[in-house]
């Protein structure tokens, strides 16, 4: 069980590019989520995945879209990077209440 | 929407000694709230949740209070050892489907000295 994996693990953007970043899971989870992280303050939700073919905005979800592709995978998508998006971003998954995290992907935009 | 406000923002102890990290939350239909310790380059990491039904969990050197009425909650730690070392996040949220997304606290670097 590899639990929730996030991949690239370090990125770096020009502002006004494109990415994608990746999460998968293999513990058939039905709720998925996207966090950032910033330095001296916690986790602030993105967008999150309810279930399969749901998804609905989080607390800062301005500069971002996502997509639930399968149970499995729930991807996020920053169509022009600017360097407010400079930021460690985490996926989660849940059955029920407990979240398990992935490792981060360490974004910085330039 | 939720507001969870966490103190103090670093700790430092002495190993054995004790450390207690408090928060507060806003929304009074929040009913489940955990505690995740962070290592350098790591994800959060759960070690600890209660819910609103209980005022008090123990697991082992780590316990979680929780007083609803004050809409606060602390998590307790006893015999600190320096692999304690890290970031803890204080979390609330509801237990429904469509509110299950978690509102974090600002998070306590705590450093426990040798």
């Known amino acids: 069980n590899a639990g929730v994996t996030q991949t690239p693990k370090f990125q770096v953007l020009k502002t006004g590019q494109s990415m994608t970043l990746q999460c998968a899971q293999d513990?058939?989870?039905?709720?998925m989520y996207w966090y950032r992280q910033d330095p001296g303050m916690g986790l602030r939700l993105i967008y999150y995945s309810a279930s399969e073919g749901t998804t609905d905005k989080g607390e800062v979800p301005n500069g971002y879209n996502v997509s639930r592709l399968n149970k499995r995978e729930f991807s996020l998508r920053l169509e022009s990077a600017a360097p407010s998006q400079t930021s460690v971003y985490f996926c989660?998954?849940?059955?029920?209440?407990?979240?398990?995290f992935g490792p981060g992907t360490r974004l910085t935009v330039l | 929407g939720e507001n969870v406000e966490q103190h103090p923002s670093t700790l430092s102890v002495q190993e054995g000694d004790s450390a207690v990290i408090k928060c507060t939350y806003s929304d009074s239909a929040s009913n489940y709230f955990p505690w995740y310790k962070q290592e350098l380059g790591k994800g959060p990491q759960l070690i600890i949740d209660?819910?609103?039904?209980?005022g008090e969990k123990k697991d082992q050197r780590i316990a979680v209070t929780l007083n609803k009425t004050a809409k606060h909650f602390s998590l307790h730690i006893t015999e600190t050892q320096p692999e304690d070392s890290a970031v803890y996040f204080c979390?609330?949220?509801?237990?429904?489907?469509?509110?299950?997304?978690?509102?974090f606290g600002s998070g306590t670097r705590l450093q426990v000295q040798p």
């Open positions: 979390a609330a949220s509801g237990t429904d489907t469509g509110r299950r997304a978690l509102t």
């Open positions: 209660i819910r609103s039904n209980v």
């Open positions: 513990m058939n989870h039905n709720s």
């Open positions: 989660a998954s849940s059955r029920a209440h407990e979240q398990f």
